[in-house]
């Protein structure tokens, strides 16, 4: 059974610093990668996808990699800002398209 | 292009009645998948439907139900509710041709679902 990991469970960093955010895995067999972010109450915003073949994804200030072997993944965020406080949360999918998520990091950026 | 939605967003409900959620996907998907979100925790997947059939199936009892409708709209129901399934039900839409490839899934804004 796939269990996915979030380290730290709360983070919180001034603005303008660089972050890393956490994800690992147990069962390496995954098709891909994604992480999203999650507002107070609100819905998932995918914010990268990383295929299984990949070792990373870049959007903007974010940097998404990808090791299989060692059943982990990071998510960086350069230059942070007040506007990046959310939860973000990683989801490997396995068969039938299932994502399974971790239990996420809520981030809170100081101003 | 209409993103992913869902209705209705908030709704309350005794203990033992029974609830349906609705979910439109987005133009040109024809996979849904539905996730329950306990407070303080990561989705759980419930189920997927794939061309109007049910295509996987998380661990949570009969009493949860789908149907996926032809123009891919999908509904979620759930028999004798428990206070337990307080939650936020979230759909998500991809355009996978149902099969374990991967494409990516855009996720509706949810319904939260209070059971007292």
Same mark, same amino acid.
């Given at each position: 059974?796939?269990?996915?990991?979030?380290?730290?469970?709360?983070?919180?960093?001034?603005?303008?610093?660089?972050?890393?955010?956490?994800?690992?895995?147990?069962?390496?067999?995954?098709?891909?990668?994604?992480?999203?972010?999650?507002? =107070? #109450?609100?819905?998932? +915003?995918? !914010?990268?996808?990383?295929?299984? @073949?990949?070792?990373?994804? $870049?959007? &903007?200030?974010?940097?998404?990699?990808?090791?299989?072997?060692?059943?982990?993944?990071?998510?960086?965020?350069?230059?942070?800002? =007040? #506007?990046?406080?959310? +939860?973000? !949360?990683?989801?490997?999918?396995? @068969?039938?398209?299932?994502? $399974?998520? &971790?239990?996420?990091?809520?981030?809170?950026?100081?101003? | 292009?209409?993103?992913?939605?869902?209705?209705?967003?908030?709704?309350?409900?005794?203990?033992?009645?029974?609830?349906?959620?609705?979910?439109?996907?987005?133009?040109?998907?024809?996979?849904?998948?539905?996730?329950?979100?306990?407070?303080?925790?990561?989705?759980?997947?419930?189920?997927?439907?794939?061309?109007?059939?049910?295509?996987?199936?998380?661990?949570?009892?009969?009493?949860?139900?789908?149907?996926?409708?032809?123009?891919?709209?999908?509904?979620?129901?759930?028999?004798?509710?428990?206070?337990?399934?307080?939650?936020?039900?979230?759909?998500?839409?991809?355009?996978?041709?149902?099969?374990?490839?991967?494409?990516?899934?855009?996720?509706?804004?949810?319904?939260?679902?209070?059971?007292?």
């Amino acid at each position: 059974k796939q269990e996915v990991t979030q380290i730290p469970a709360a983070l919180s960093v001034p603005e303008g610093e660089n972050l890393v955010l956490n994800c690992s895995f147990t069962d390496s067999a995954i098709y891909n990668l994604q992480w999203f972010r999650q507002d =107070p #109450g609100k819905g998932l +915003t995918s !914010l990268l996808l990383i295929q299984s @073949s990949q070792r990373e994804q $870049t959007s &903007g200030r974010l940097n998404a990699s990808l090791d299989k072997s060692s059943g982990r993944s990071t998510l960086y965020i350069a230059a942070s800002q =007040p #506007g990046d406080s959310a +939860t973000y !949360l990683c989801a490997v999918v396995g @068969s039938w398209e299932k994502l $399974t998520f &971790g239990t996420g990091t809520r981030l809170t950026i100081i101003p | 292009e209409t993103g992913v939605t869902q209705s209705p967003t908030h709704l309350i409900k005794t203990r033992g009645q029974q609830v349906t959620l609705r979910c439109s996907s987005q133009s040109g998907h024809n996979t849904v998948s539905w996730y329950q979100q306990a407070l303080g925790q990561g989705p759980q997947f419930i189920f997927q439907y794939y061309r109007e059939e049910e295509n996987g199936r998380g661990n949570f009892p009969p009493r949860f139900s789908g149907l996926q409708f032809p123009n891919y709209s999908s509904e979620l129901n759930v028999n004798a509710l428990e206070l337990d399934d307080s939650a936020l039900y979230l759909c998500a839409s991809s355009s996978a041709d149902g099969l374990a490839d991967s494409y990516e899934q855009y996720f509706g804004p949810g319904t939260r679902l209070t059971v007292t």
